[in-house]
C-alpha cells in the first residue's frame, strides 16, 4: 500500500470525506480556467469587475486563510484536550443550505483580507492555489483526530459554522468562482 493510501484509510471518515469534496470541486476550478482562452484570462470585463486571474488569486487567498483558521482552531482543542469524533456520518449532507454560497444572484462582498492584488498573473495564482490546497489538505490532515463539530467561528457572509463546514463552504466557493470565470470568459468572447 503506498503512503499516501495508506495515510488515507487512517483518516477519520469525515476527515477524508472534505479532503475529497475539495479535490472535486477544486477540479471543477481548474476546468472553468482551461475553458478561457489564455490571453483573456488577465483582461477585466469591466473596470469595475475582476479578471480570470483575480478570481484565481482570490481564491487562493481565501483557501490561505481557511487553512491557517482550522490550524489554529484545532491547536487550540487539542490544548484543551479535545478528542475525535465519534460520528463518522457525512457532513457534506449537513450543510444547511449550499445555494447561499454557489447562487452568484445573490452578490457577496469579499472581505478586503482576500482581495485579490492583482499582482499576479493567472500562471502565478495557479500555483497560489495549488500551495493554498495543500496547506488546507496539510491542515485537514492534521485535524485528523479532533471533533470539529464543536469548533466555530463566523464567516463574514454565512454567520457561525463548524469547522466541518467552513471546509464544505470552501468548497462551494470554488463552484461559485468556476461559475464567476465562465462567465468572464463568456463576456469577454463575445467583446
Do not use: C, F
Not at 470585463?45 to 486571474?53: E, F, L, T
Amino acid at each position: 500500500m503506498s503512503s499516501v493510501a495508506a495515510q488515507s484509510s487512517q483518516l477519520h471518515p469525515r476527515i477524508h470525506e472534505l479532503i475529497e469534496y475539495l479535490a472535486e470541486h477544486r477540479r471543477r476550478l481548474h476546468e472553468a480556467v482551461a475553458s478561457v482562452p489564455p490571453p483573456l484570462r488577465e483582461r477585466k470585463p469591466a473596470p469595475d469587475r475582476w479578471s480570470v486571474a483575480e478570481v484565481v488569486e482570490h481564491v487562493s487567498l481565501v483557501e490561505q486563510r481557511v487553512a491557517a483558521l482550522l490550524t489554529r482552531q484545532v491547536t487550540a482543542a487539542r490544548a484543551s484536550g479535545a478528542g475525535p469524533d465519534p460520528d463518522t456520518s457525512s457532513v457534506v449532507s449537513t450543510y444547511a443550505n449550499p445555494d447561499a454560497v454557489v447562487d452568484r444572484s445573490r452578490k457577496l462582498s469579499a472581505p478586503v483580507l482576500v482581495h485579490p492584488t492583482g499582482a499576479m498573473d493567472t500562471e502565478a495564482g495557479t500555483e497560489a492555489l495549488v500551495q493554498a490546497h495543500a496547506a488546507m489538505v496539510s491542515s485537514l490532515q492534521n485535524a485528523n483526530g479532533v471533533n470539529l463539530a464543536p469548533l466555530v467561528a463566523t464567516h463574514p457572509a454565512l454567520g457561525a459554522l463548524n469547522m466541518y463546514h467552513w471546509v464544505v463552504a470552501l468548497a462551494l466557493h470554488d463552484d461559485r468562482h468556476a461559475a464567476q470565470i465562465r462567465e468572464i470568459g463568456q463576456s469577454l468572447a463575445a467583446s
